[in-house]
T-cell receptor
Framework: QKEVEQNSGPLSVPEGAIASLNCTYS??????FFWYRQYSGKSPELIMS????GDKEDGRFTAQLNKASQYVSLLIRDSQPSDSATYLC???????????FGSGTKLNVKP | EAQVTQNPRYLITVTGKKLTVTCSQN?????MSWYRQDPGLGLRQIYY???????DKGDVPEGYKVSRKEKRNFPLILESPSPNQTSLYFC????????????FGPGTRLTVT
């Protein structure tokens, strides 16, 4: 079983719609959770971090964490073609040392 | 400008020829890490360092070495590269005070023939 699981996609949404990206993790003791965006041929860039249960909003992005269900999600409102990228979910281990990444979900936003 | 730099960006080498990929950060971060990215496998952690002279294995350390003699530098060493180490490599840094939000370097594309 992988530490972090994501649907590889591609997820296709029309411009202006809400894109919903999901991630599950296996280490129940994990404390820190991150979403990165990666354009083709580029390095990952941090979008959101979340550390406690509930929602965290930043502009068009909302991260949601449910530790009981070991589930993290990212909502992108008013999706734009420029949001088309691969989104990586990352989890930091319980003792704040190792990082585990999902294999990423490819998002296509169609004009 | 706060950044993580890696060199070289592209490297083609032959099996068994030792190589070093350098990584440097100017953010005074304590935590540094190396990853490799392969299609369908996502980012996998090779080694990480919590601070100077403190390093530990990630998930895929076989065939790699690291050292952390200075806070800003964290080189990745392949002493005898093999074709299965052909990959895209990323260095990243972060800090406990920044809640370990990682900043990534631009990547090094390595091909071993």
């Amino acid at each position: 079983q992988k530490e972090v699981e994501q649907n590889s996609g591609p997820l296709s949404v029309p411009e202006g719609a809400i894109a919903s990206l999901n991630c599950t993790y296996s280490d129940r003791g994990s404390q820190s959770f991150f979403w990165y965006r990666q354009y083709s041929g580029k390095s990952p860039e941090l979008i959101m971090s979340i550390y406690s249960n509930g929602d965290k909003e930043d502009g068009r992005f909302t991260a949601q964490l449910n530790k009981a269900s070991q589930y993290v999600s990212l909502l992108i409102r008013d999706s734009q073609p420029s949001d088309s990228a691969t989104y990586l979910c990352a989890v930091m281990g319980w003792n704040f040392n190792k990082f585990y990444f999902g294999s990423g979900t490819k998002l296509n936003v169609k004009p | 400008e706060a950044q993580v730099t890696q060199n070289p960006r592209y490297l083609i080498t032959v099996t068994g020829k030792k190589l070093t990929v350098t990584c440097s950060q100017n953010m005074n971060h304590e935590y540094m890490s190396w990853y490799r990215q392969d299609p369908g496998l996502g980012l996998r952690q090779i080694y990480y360092s919590m601070n100077v002279e403190v390093t530990d294995k990630g998930d895929v350390p076989e065939g790699y070495k690291v050292s952390r003699k200075e806070k800003r530098n964290f080189p990745l060493i392949l002493e005898s590269p093999s074709p299965n180490q052909t990959s895209l490599y990323f260095c990243a840094s972060s800090s406990p005070s920044g809640r370990y939000e990682q900043y990534f370097g631009p990547g090094t594309r390595l091909t071993v023939t």
